[in-house]
């Protein structure tokens, strides 16, 4: 038995957190103890069997962002929370040795946890890595640029890599521990649970990986059943905060869709237009198993749900809100499964959008079913056990 | 003794550590255990360095829409989250973990509702330290913070709601009064009636913290002289003209510019005007100054008129603003509003300097308070004496 502590410092929404409880399931079923430190703790009630976890803060800036452009690499995302200052990160680095003293793990989880790596390093104690393709980046020096279309600079990777470095070594001198050469250096774990699939990776190719299928979770929530009648059926994932929140309503109307829909915090008066006896808005998650069983059309924006959709075989129109969701639209695409609409899209686009994925629906299920094909043994419960039977090894070899 | 959680989590700045620090250190000398724990975790370096060990505070969620001139401590605590019943369940479920890793018996708070809160909810001792500007002036419903606006009892009483509403629904049962998220068991306010933002009234006033000496000392290098220590945030929108019109006031000039990287504070800083993007120790520059230029925060302003410095003053948020008013009453400050623009803050700030009349109302007040203790050490007598 091993005392196992999960570690999510960046990034936002349920999906850390879910995939975090999962794997803790599975791990505490044989027989470890877990806790957790996580970045947010809004949604802890929604996690199941959160209770049975011991649950801190993870460090944070209050300030992310903040008088930062828009990251292009892992290095720029990094200088806007904290590393460019050498004591922030001193003070996040202090935070989570004062945590990791206090939980003493035998191993630490990482989910997108750069800051947590690093004291787990200088306080020696066995890491690995457990997230999607984005937050675990390819070993290169300079970490790569997330530009699909190559528009970023190769000095300016270099410099932003350099200035992040520059804060890591001085605080890793502070605390008596040997310095980086590069700044990839920072991300070496034990194993790296690199949870995507080679088409999906949001690096492209990469060099040495083995990937371990993506994180998503299908099986909480309320259950609901399509509305009665004919008419394609949608799955609507998406945050109220959608700009184009009106048009998509609008064409999911006027094409007769059967709609299943999760908008958390969407307002009376939308909430109103959306539901009708052929389309159903709930207030709370959906089991999406069952809906996905029969789907016909997912709209999210690239979050996980969306590579767990692909798993079921489910064309997808992908609206995504950053970077990280675009590629993820962008991977879709290229796989022939999806069709990703940018933040600027215009009402006429979103209807001719709806429109296209309906009359094409076949086109994209078969290269979506295809896909499912290739992996078919994969499955979420299948995964965690992987992960779980290499983390025993990991921590049984020390 | 016992072990106390010493806790910042709201405001900017480092002004809220430079007054905790020093009172846990004196607590720590009485032989109490103390430990930080901080919603801003790159600032745990400096509690770590002073020596304590040093944890992150819970975080809320930051609504998506917010009150943008919130009229109430119930608005500022929406504002902040507090009106989140799923957030606040979360959260404290952290607090609860946090203080029984730290083992703590007592609190104490500096704009900390979220340790209070969990405090509260375990009866646990937990007394207040700070500006005034987290210590509502009334209750029931909590007054509105701005004097020269109508009172409107039904709109602050409809804000005091939603927020009970949301700790009704995190805690069902259970929930502590609103005012256990900005009240201790006892509350100890760090500055003096006559500067108290919400003041003043009847309260337990220690007088502020001594100028600190957590950062490195720097030294005012002309021996005679006008001299000006300034402390501006690089960010706020009147940076750059009040730069230049502390370049060009005839005085040596100390401007602390928080936020700025060190290339730029490099390149601003000429002649006689050196620009420093880093806390300094203030203890030794406040006294030999002869105005101080600042945006009208509760700790540096106190200390400057303790030492009998007058003050000119670009306040931009509410508690620098009723700190500027109450400063002005004094006559120990002249103040431009964002309002008023950076026209001619060259010629303001040089007739401040000339002021004699300002100075002399800055000196009377020091003379008045000449020899009041150090108001983190008397706030730790009294803590010290309250735990028993």
Redesign the interface.
Known sequence: MARIVFAWELGGELGHAMACTMLAHALVARGHEVAFIFR??????SLPGFEAF??????????EGR?FGVPDSWSEIMLGC?Y??A??????V??WL??LG?TRPDLLVADNAPSALLAARIAKIPRVNFANGFAIPPRLDPLPSFRADGSTPPARLADSDARALAAVNTVLQHFGAAPLTRLHEQFEALEDFLCTFPELDHYGNRPRAGYWGPRFSVDLGDTVRWPYGDGARVLVYLRS?LPQMDALIDALAANRCRVAAYVP?LDAARTARLRSARRLVSERPLKLRPLLQECDLLVSHGGNVAPGALMFGVPQLVFPTQYEQFLTGVRLEQIGTAVGLGPGSTAQQVHAAVKHMLANLSRYKTAAQAFRKRYAAFTPEEQQRRIADRIREIVEAR | VARILAVWEYGEGLGHLYGLIPLARALRERGHGVAFALRDATRLAVTRSAGFDSWPAPVLRIPGRVDRAPVSHADILLNLGFGDAGSLAGTQRAWDGLLRATRAEAIVADYAPGALLAAARQDMPRATFGSGFALPAGSDPFPALRPWEAEDGASLRALDDRLRAALGDAFPGAAPPIEALLHGLIDLVATWAQLDPLGPRDAQYVGPASPTREAPAIEWREPAGPRVLAYLIAAEPRFVAAVEALRTCGAEVILVAAGLNARNAAALSRDALRVIPAPVALAGLIEGATLCVSHGGAGLTAQAVKAGVPLALLPFHLEQSLVTRRLHALGAATARTVEQGVGDLGGWLRAALDDERLRACARNFAQAHQGAPDGALLAAERIDAWLG
């Open positions: 947010e703790l809004h949604q802890l009630a011991d649950v801190y803060q993870a460090p944070v800036s209050p300030r008088g904290g460019h200052d004591r922030e990160l001193e003070g996040l202090t935070g004062t945590l206090h905060s915090g």
